[in-house]
């Protein structure tokens, strides 16, 4: 049993192909993220990876969306989103495979 603690992760990234990683691999990564109110993550995409997030609790803002807890959003390779915290947010971030440098910012 391995047993890790998720405030030791990197941005709460805790499987995937990085350091730290409870489990690491080239097939997946999975993060749970914590947002304050007002918290922002600029426009980005990703070439080769598919990325689906789960809105655990609170409100957030995807790419003009409006999303509350149960919603799941699945952002293909090339789609581009940004993301706003309406209130305080917790979601479950997912994204196969597991490609360093994956994110590319969208600068306008």
């Not at 993220?33 to 918290?39: P, S, T």
């Not at 080769?48 to 609170?58: F, L, M, P």
């Not at 509350?68 to 090339?78: A, E, R, S, Y």
Request: charge should be negative.
């Amino acid at each position: 049993m391995n047993i890790g603690r998720l405030e030791l992760m990197h941005k709460g990234w805790f499987i995937g192909n990085f350091i730290p990683s409870l489990y690491p691999t080239c097939d997946v990564e999975v993060a749970v993220k914590y947002y304050q109110q007002g918290d922002h993550e600029p426009r980005h995409t990703h070439k080769i990876a598919t990325e689906i997030t789960v809105i655990i609790e609170g409100e957030a803002r995807m790419d003009k969306n409006h999303l509350k807890k149960g919603d799941i959003i699945t952002l293909l390779p090339g789609e581009e989103t940004d993301f706003h915290a309406i209130t305080n947010v917790t979601t479950v971030v997912v994204k196969l495979p597991s490609v360093k440098h994956d994110k590319y910012m969208n600068i306008e």
